[in-house]
């Protein structure tokens, strides 16, 4: 099927009508939308989309979360298997998500962290386009294997002999002993020339993992049959030479079976993964916040943030504010306050987690962001003040870097754990127009730079419910 023009239109209409975009922007999606090949439309990575086409990293993935809203695209969460580069499980809800999965072809368990293996990519609508990906079952089997099953993200790590920059892919084609389907009722054979190592296969359809060793004594051939969802025998040892081997499908669903071979020289090592959009990065994308706020974290557990930069704000003297102009004057102004510091977060990529009284959570991927939005604050507040009669609103920030745990609470994406309690503690530190980072955000490259223009002043602070005392920097203006 091609373009649905009408759809089309109706869909791009409703993106640029979404925000201000920079100049043909729109154009180049709907260029790739109409002439990209197919391949080029699945799991597209807005990241790789934004430096290919020359749009800033931050505009991409807004473009994408901005299409997907409009029904555009289809976004997707993957959890990416950190061992063999496979995905594991896709998502088109981040609610779908556990706290741990498992790889059949690693026969491992993984904890999912958001930072690192949970990516999140987009996928042309296939009312918009249809495209051969949208049918995995009528793929070509190397189709389904190379570009369905596995990431396309993967390059091979440093330490393998491959060129620099070879896909993940391309190393498993070279190892690639058997690569087919096999249907119900169907049997194939295939004869194969083993040198010692080991052979071993996968079945993404039926979740079968059927491995075999390779040595100087063991079994001259093989006979496979699958039922069950199962390979019969599922282990077992070859002697080295040539081996023929045929499987039957006696089962009623369709096998699709990988069998690679690697040799007993083989030493395996983890995939590299190229830069992706991750599961960490969209929670802390304002954009992501707004246009999907019905996205939820399943079950009480949460899932983990191995790095995250969490800031506080708070008004000084907010009562004294509340008592002195009264309570609408005073509520109009603290909500003013809230429009201002929320477009400092969004300019420096952050996301604003939640308001709490007078006072924001806001959250960023680099420290170096957070230090430039908690000057700009300060800032933007000293610019509000001058157009009122007094100093109304006197700010105060805190920031602290560290690991936490996403969850939902209030119906709300937010943020759990020690990191989150610093953060908070830091911020009672300071008061009017400082700003309190600790050495964790302090020591981090380019936060020094940021912070030169004032006055830094260490210390050591003891903050309630964190048993030792902390490193800490006084930030003032001189």
């Not at 063999?84 to 999912?112: I, N, P, Y």
């Not at 916040?289 to 079950?299: A, K, M």
Request: charged share 25%; hydrophobic share 40%; net charge negative.
């Amino acid at each position: 099927m091609g373009v649905n023009e009408a759809l089309l239109d109706q869909k791009l209409e409703a993106l640029e009508r979404a925000r201000t975009w920079s100049p043909r922007v729109i154009s180049k999606l709907e260029g790739a939308i109409r002439t990209g090949d197919d391949w080029s439309l699945f799991r597209i990575n807005p990241l790789k989309f934004g430096q290919d086409k020359g749009i800033a990293e931050a505009e991409s993935i807004d473009l994408f979360l901005h299409a997907a809203h409009v029904g555009l695209v289809e976004m997707n969460w993957h959890l990416l298997c950190p061992g063999c580069a496979m995905l594991v499980k896709s998502f088109r809800e981040l609610h779908a998500l556990g706290t741990s999965f498992h790889c059949d072809l690693c026969a491992a368990d993984f904890q999912v962290v958001l930072d690192d293996f949970v990516e999140v990519s987009f996928t042309i609508s296939p009312q918009v386009r249809e495209i051969a990906p949208h049918r995995p079952d009528r793929l070509p089997v190397e189709d389904f294997f190379f570009k369905y099953t596995y990431s396309l993200n993967a390059i091979q790590p440093p330490e393998h002999p491959f060129p620099p920059g070879t896909r993940f892919v391309e190393g498993m084609r070279q190892f690639t002993k058997i690569l087919t389907y096999i249907e119900p009722g169907e049997k194939k054979r295939f004869e194969l020339d083993l040198d010692f190592g080991a052979l071993n296969g996968f079945d993404p359809l039926l979740h079968a993992t059927p491995q075999y060793s390779v040595r100087g004594s063991g079994s001259k051939e093989l006979s496979i049959k699958i039922s069950d969802g199962r390979y019969r025998p599922g282990v077992g040892q070859l002697a080295a030479g040539k081996v023929p081997i045929e499987f039957e499908n006696a089962g009623t669903q369709r096998a699709a079976l990988i069998m690679v071979f690697l040799p007993i020289r083989y030493t395996g090592a983890a995939a590299v993964f190229e830069p992706f959009l991750s599961g960490n990065r969209l929670l802390s994308t304002q954009t992501f916040r707004d246009l999907f706020r019905t996205e939820v974290i399943r079950g009480s557990q949460g899932l983990s943030v191995r790095d995250i930069t969490v800031l506080f704000t708070d008004l000084k003297g907010s009562t004294a504010l509340y008592d002195r102009i009264g309570d609408l004057k005073a509520f109009e102004l603290v909500q003013r306050h809230f429009d201002a510091i929320g477009k400092v977060i969004h300019k420096h990529s952050g996301a604003l987690v939640k308001t709490i009284g007078d006072a924001v959570m806001a959250t960023f991927l680099n420290p170096v962001d957070a230090a430039k939005a908690a000057v700009d604050m300060l800032g933007e507040i000293e610019a509000f003040n001058h157009g009122l009669p007094e100093k109304e609103l006197m700010l105060k920030v805190g920031i602290h870097r560290g690991a936490s745990i996403a969850v939902t609470l209030n119906d709300r994406l937010d943020y759990f754990g020690q990191t989150v309690n610093i953060a908070a503690r830091v911020q009672g530190l300071a008061d009017a127009e400082q700003i309190y980072v600790t050495h964790e955000v302090y020591s981090q490259a380019g936060v020094p730079q940021v912070l030169e223009p004032f006055h830094i002043a260490s210390e050591r602070a003891r903050l309630r419910g964190v048993q030792d005392e902390m490193q800490a920097y006084k930030v003032s203006r001189r």
